[in-house]
């Protein structure tokens, strides 16, 4: 069932996505090689639960964190523990606020210092999908059109789209209809309206699009091992069907 916000919910989830990005804005300068993934983890819970909010990823379906920690291969859902970040290597990071009832959640993949060439542009061409995405909400488009916008511009970069999982609505709930796949799936391809809240967020791997999830029934990694990018923002369309993102986070220069 789709859920239009009406203007006392989007108020409310403005402000989650306030502190979300908040959040993002002093997480993202600690992701330096030697840090753990806990320690990472251990920031978000407790700058969220300082200014009121609940971490809405800890014991959602039991998963036993509150921030997401998807280094390298993993494209998303890494569980965050001792492991340290290596100089080198990338790291996806994925978090959601609930504040009284209004949900938020964005995610960023960063360089953690130097990185190869070949996955800076990969970094690169996922953020530009996030923004093909964007721009791809408009009078008269549907669902379809957010995924054709994503995967026609990974897919001419030659990278490989994650199909099993996708983006989604949000808002009064960490996952809301309708869902939004970053390939054009046969599934449903409702029309856009004001009032939708959109999590939107291209999966995009090196190598293959096939994942697999490990033993702990949590972590999704690429199938041949190669790296994976993952960005996401919260966004709403507005009754003049002006698109206004939600979330913001920094990319390091």
């Not at 070949?118 to 995405?133: F, I, Q, S």
């Amino acid at each position: 069932m789709l859920r239009l916000k009406n203007g006392e919910q989007l108020a409310g989830i403005r402000a989650s996505c306030r502190m979300l990005s908040d959040l993002f804005a002093g997480l993202v300068p600690l992701v330096k090689p030697g840090i753990t993934t806990k320690e990472l983890d251990r920031f978000a819970h407790d700058f969220i639960v300082s200014r009121g909010g609940r971490p809405a990823f800890l014991n959602y379906d039991g998963y036993p964190a509150s921030l997401c920690t998807s280094p390298d291969d993993v494209v998303i859902h890494g569980i965050p523990d001792n492991s340290r970040l290596e100089e080198g290597s990338v790291i996806g990071l994925d978090c959601g606020i609930d504040l009284g009832g209004f949900f938020s959640d964005a995610a960023i993949t960063l360089p953690v210092g130097r990185i190869s060439p070949e996955v800076d542009k990969l970094l690169r061409v996922t953020r530009e999908c996030l923004e093909r995405a964007i721009a791809a909400v408009k009078p008269g488009a549907r669902i379809h059109d957010i995924s054709r916008a994503v995967f026609g511009h990974a897919v001419s970069n030659g990278y490989g789209v994650v199909r099993q999982y996708c983006g989604h609505g949000v808002g009064l709930a960490p996952h809301e209809d309708p869902q939004i796949p970053n390939y054009v799936s046969p599934g449903p391809n409702p029309r856009l309206m004001p009032g939708m809240v959109l999590a939107l967020e291209p999966m995009i791997n090196l190598g293959t699009g096939d994942v697999k999830v490990l033993a702990d029934d949590w972590t999704v990694v690429t199938l041949d091992h190669k790296p994976s990018a993952h960005y996401e923002h919260t966004i709403a369309i507005l009754p003049d069907w002006k698109v206004e993102v939600l979330t913001s986070w920094t990319y390091p220069a």
